[in-house]
């Protein structure tokens, strides 16, 4: 059964205290991963999209990376603004888009 | 370039009851996919609409239902509302198929039955 777990549930970092969200997934057949920031009320937002192990993508102060079985989202020198949920989402041969429960970050000033 | 947009942003209805909420995708996107958020389960999968047919469904009852209009308009219907139904229903376009190209999302209809 395509799974898709993120850790840890919830994260809170020292502005400028650099870090790693992990995504884990089990698949059969990845069609694409991709990560999602999701602030409260709000439809998540679309961040990165990572289509084969080894590729890189980075936007500001976020790199996200991708290998056979796990992603992850590097934040570098955060600041309270990156303060958000973020969602990993796994497309597979299924032809369903599966959601892992999110990370909560928090960032202090 | 306007985004997804959904109606109503908010519903309260009474049990057995039935509600119909709408998305409209980004212009020339042909995927319309809907997913239910609660704490508890996270957001998840319960249909893709492409071209008017539905591509793939997710494991939801069959009082989840939905259909997409030439537009690529879509509109998601619940029957029989059951309290567990009270969720965010999130609708996102892609221009193709969800699984393989970034899906954009609508800001949600919260949805509270009571």
């Known amino acids: 059964e395509d799974q898709v777990t993120q850790s840890p549930e919830a994260l809170r970092l020292q502005e400028g205290e650099s870090s790693s969200l992990n995504c884990s997934y089990t698949?059969?057949?990845?069609?694409?991963l991709f990560w999602y920031r999701q602030d409260p009320g709000k439809g998540p937002e679309f961040l990165f999209t990572?289509?084969?192990a080894g590729e890189e993508k980075e936007k500001e102060r976020l790199k996200a990376t991708l290998t056979k079985k796990e992603s992850f989202l590097h934040i570098t020198a955060p600041k309270p603004e990156d303060s958000a949920t973020y969602l990993c989402a796994v497309g597979s041969n299924t032809g369903k888009l599966i959601f892992g429960q999110g990370t909560t970050l928090q960032v202090k000033p | 370039k306007a985004g997804v947009t959904q109606t109503p942003r908010y519903l309260i209805k009474t049990r057995g009851q039935q509600v119909t909420l709408s998305c409209s995708p980004i212009s020339g996107h042909r995927s319309v996919s809907w997913y239910q958020q609660t704490p508890g389960q996270g957001l998840q999968f319960l249909f893709e609409y492409f071209s008017e047919t539905q591509r793939n469904k997710g494991n939801f009852p069959g009082r989840f239902s939905g259909r997409q209009f030439s537009n690529s308009r879509s509109e998601m219907n619940v029957s029989t509302l059951e309290l567990g139904d009270s969720a965010l229903y999130l609708c996102?376009?892609?221009?193709?198929?969800?699984?393989?190209?970034?899906?954009?999302f609508g800001q949600g209809t919260r949805l509270t039955v009571v």
């Open positions: 990572l289509y084969s």
């Open positions: 996102a376009s892609s221009l193709n198929s969800v699984v393989g190209t970034e899906a954009f």
């Open positions: 698949v059969s057949g990845l069609r694409g």
